[in-house]
């Protein structure tokens, strides 16, 4: 099957409920997504500067086109507390026209 990338979901983590919503406004009113998913106290492990860290976050999955992605990820690096982002960009290969015309026409 041959797929032609059009939309992306791009991830990404934060540390707060409140700076999640405020940033995704932002992407949003700029017309770079056009909605934004929030779940709220995911659980990350990992290792930073040789230490492990154990926190809670904020999951976002924001919907866009593979065109508007480049500059949607530059702004959330912008607007974003993290010193290094958790930003993702993962391919939709499919979906219900209706959704996807509604993605395009929202940005």
Not at 3 to 28: C, M
Not at 59 to 87: A, D, G, N, W
Request: negative net charge.
């Amino acid at each position: 099957m041959d797929f032609q990338i059009d939309y992306v979901t791009v991830y990404s983590t934060f540390p707060s409920k409140e700076e999640a919503k405020a940033i995704t406004k932002v992407l949003i009113t700029e017309h770079l997504a056009a909605c934004a998913n929030l779940l709220d106290k995911m659980e990350s492990i990992y290792v930073w500067n040789n230490q492990l860290e154990e926190t809670s976050e904020v999951v976002c999955f924001l919907k866009t086109t593979l065109e508007k992605s480049e500059t949607l990820m530059q702004r959330l690096k912008e607007l974003h507390s993290y010193e290094t982002p958790c930003i993702l960009v993962l391919p939709i290969l499919n979906g219900d026209k209706g959704y996807l015309d509604w993605i395009r026409n929202s940005l």
